[in-house]
């Protein structure tokens, strides 16, 4: 039965010094930055994801193993098995259902533990996930409940809402951006421009209404990403 050593075997197989000197830099891992003591062995996505594929049917126990594990691949190999069992899951059938139970809570655990502790790892999971909340009374609430976490639970209440987003609600993205207005940390700012700009792929009036309304509130770079496809002249 294959185990996460295994996997973290194939990922020092493809280990290359010299990108992971450059990932360290490009993922701030020095003192006092966000991904602070985080190492790298040096691999693109594409080759992480083509192992994660080749073990997506790793036992949970051993997913954990991964996704807390030393290294930022393994913790992204991890992750990607998880949302690959995740999408794999029948929401159809109560098993199905259970199933992506059981893998959501395994990612929130990871998350608030700090195992999910880099943007790219947040940004691979909770969008694909978010499918869990579309049926919650009060998914503006729970998200809020989540964003009075850490750093990345913070950036992850935002990015959850991209599956409502593609049911055609856009009132999760534009509350929890509203929430936001204030926040200090860029890499929130970066990520709820991103939902916004696809709110505007869904309904560009509703985006244009929000900005308008909430503009001179908000900070630069979350108005800069939300009116990227947006026509000149709209705001």
């Known amino acids: 039965m294959a185990s996460a050593k295994d996997v973290t075997k194939e990922l020092n197989d493809l280990a290359n010094p010299e990108l992971a000197a450059f990932q360290q830099g490009f993922f701030k891992t020095g003192k006092g930055e966000y991904g602070e003591g985080d190492l790298f062995l040096g691999l693109k996505v594409p080759q992480v994801r083509e192992i994660a594929k080749k073990y997506k049917t790793l036992d949970l126990a051993q997913i954990d193993v991964l996704a807390r594990g030393k290294y930022h691949e393994e913790r992204f190999a991890g992750l990607a098995i998880l949302v690959l069992q995740f999408k794999a899951a029948n929401a159809d059938t109560k098993q199905g259902l259970e199933q992506r ?5 395994k990612f929130l655990e990871l998350l608030g533990e700090g195992f999910v502790n880099n943007w790219d790892l ?14 919650l009374e009060d998914p503006v609430g729970y998200l809020k409940n989540l964003a009075k976490g850490n750093l990345w639970e913070q950036r ?7 599956a409502f987003i593609r049911e ?8 929890m951006a509203e929430h936001y207005l204030s926040h200090p940390h860029d890499l929130i700012h970066k990520a709820t421009g991103w939902m916004l700009r ?8 509703a985006l244009v209404d929000f900005l308008n309304q909430h503009k001179d509130q908000m ?5 800069r990403y939300a009116i990227e496809r947006l026509p000149k002249g709209l705001v």
């Open 101 to 105: 139970e059981v893998l959501f809570r």
């Open 122 to 135: 947040v940004d691979s999971t909770a969008p694909y996930l978010g499918v869990h909340l579309l049926d």
């Open 156 to 162: 992850a209440a935002v990015m959850l809402t991209w």
């Open 168 to 175: 055609g609600n856009l009132e999760p993205t534009f509350a």
């Open 198 to 205: 696809e709110s505007g792929k869904r309904d560009q009036r």
């Open 219 to 223: 900070p630069r770079v979350m108005f």
